[in-house]
């Protein structure tokens, strides 16, 4: 049974961690046509949702329940090759809560909120005393003990994970004003034009997507939203703002609970939720000192992780040298006289003779054919890329071919390629 090595105070152990990991990602384009966003592949081993999974059990939390909807198969797919390792003798439990119509036959998950109140039966089974609500789709690392603390002592009836972000960018999130002890006094839900942060007139306060709660507390508000028939069933729209009107909601500032690669590093959080912040996220891991710290053993991403062959680089001539610079290259990948840069690599990609690959991210089991040269780019799982293929020198002809960014990513998928011989 893995653990971290975090020191895991008295709450985590009577917490549940609830993800919502149903989030189609429709900003990702073709990546998200087969698979949740959750399920999206990062980082060369894991998938998107591992990082809120991996935060709940390095911070102690022994009970996870994964709530999923939109295309789950390759999601749930991955939960059970991956986190099936817990065990009910030991008070630990993993579920999959899938939308499955218990509530009505009519009714798939309708909100994020709606999402908790249709599984309070199999909450209430494990009966923890605390909940803490998870947002799947994020990148960072957090020890939501330190949460759970302040939660505890401030006697909150909801605490808010925040994370100060651009004001120019929070249109996006839930944004907050709060008082000197952390009591959100207002709270907005994807503004038109979000407020500033009192003294910083560029920066606004969101929300994280990540709450804590008393169990059962929690349970009479979810009673109450789902019995309103005029209410979004969301926590967002509907439930937070409510709990800021009775005044006891509280914001847990992401700053006091982040895992830093080092001292001096800033607090990493991304959503990855567009081609260029997926892409971008996953080029930075290929830097000297990556603000995301993917080596970290005392708080390590768990994930599934295949039994594969060692990465293997062959041949040794001038003009056919297999190779990578500045690269992440996992397990079961070939590069046989290709040349890498600034690229990662997922499990059992092969780079064919005399092919160049600069700044790429490569999904598993992709086959990049001799003399292609790739620039910019996201390859789909399974793609095989043809010889003499080149992306990312033609901006005109790329945006013709493939699915091209305004920041000049182009996502490239098997679809894609085939209308290209056709």
């Known amino acids: 049974m893995p653990t971290g090595s975090a020191g895991h105070g008295p709450y985590a152990r009577h917490a549940m961690a609830y993800v919502l990991a149903g989030g189609r990602g429709s ?3 073709e990546l998200t046509d087969r698979r949740a966003k959750p399920a999206v592949y990062f980082g060369g081993k894991t998938r998107i949702i591992d990082f809120a999974l991996s935060n709940a059990l390095n911070s102690g939390i022994r009970r996870i329940a994964v709530a999923t909807q939109y295309k789950a198969h390759s999601l749930i797919r991955h939960l059970q090759r991956g986190w099936s390792f817990f065990r009910t003798e030991r008070n630990e439990s993993f579920d999959i809560l899938p939308a499955s119509q218990r509530v009505s036959e009519e009714m798939w998950y309708l909100g994020t909120a709606d999402a908790v109140f249709q599984n309070i039966d199999i909450i209430e089974s494990y009966d923890p005393r605390y909940i803490v609500i998870l947002a799947g789709d994020h990148v960072y690392k957090m020890d939501y003990e330190v949460m759970l603390c302040e939660h505890i002592d401030k006697g909150a009836e909801v605490t808010v994970g925040c994370i100060e972000v651009p004001r120019s960018e929070a249109s996006g999130f839930g944004v907050m004003h ?4 952390d009591r959100i006094i207002e709270f907005y839900e994807k503004p038109a034009d979000p407020p500033a942060m009192p003294g910083k007139p560029e920066i606004s306060l969101a929300s994280m997507g990540i709450y804590v709660f008393e169990t059962q507390f929690l349970f009479d ?3 109450e939203d789902a019995a309103d028939e005029n209410s979004s069933h969301d926590f967002g729209k509907d439930i937070i703002p409510a709990l800021v009107r009775r005044g006891k909601a509280y914001a847990h500032q992401f700053s006091r609970s982040c895992k830093k690669a080092h001292h001096e590093a800033p607090c990493y ?3 990855v939720g567009t081609i260029d912040a997926y892409f971008q996220a996953n080029i930075d891991l290929t830097t000297v000192t990556p603000d995301l710290d993917i080596y970290d053993h ?22 056919r040298r297999g190779q990578a610079l500045s690269s992440l290259v996992s397990g ?3 590069v046989s006289g290709g040349r890498l840069t600034n690229s990662l690599l997922f499990t059992g ?15 598993p089991r992709v086959t990049v054919g001799r003399h292609a040269r790739l ?3 996201i390859v789909d799982r399974g793609v095989e890329i043809p010889d003499h293929l080149v992306v990312g020198e033609d901006p005109v002809e790329d945006a013709r071919r493939f699915r091209r960014t305004d920041e000049g990513v182009c996502l490239i998928t098997q679809a894609m390629i085939d209308r290209l011989r056709g």
């Open 375 to 377: 620039s910019n780019v």
């Open 332 to 334: 079961d990948c070939i």
């Open 27 to 29: 900003r990702l384009m």
């Open 221 to 223: 508000v979810l009673r």
């Open 349 to 363: 990609v092969r780079v064919h003779s005399y092919a160049a690959v600069d700044r790429a991210v490569i999904l």
């Open 178 to 181: 709060i008082g000197e002890d």
């Open 298 to 319: 005392s708080w390590p991403i768990w994930t599934h992780s295949e039994m594969t062959a060692p990465a293997k680089f062959v041949h040794d001539t001038d003009l």
């Open 269 to 271: 959080w991304r959503d």
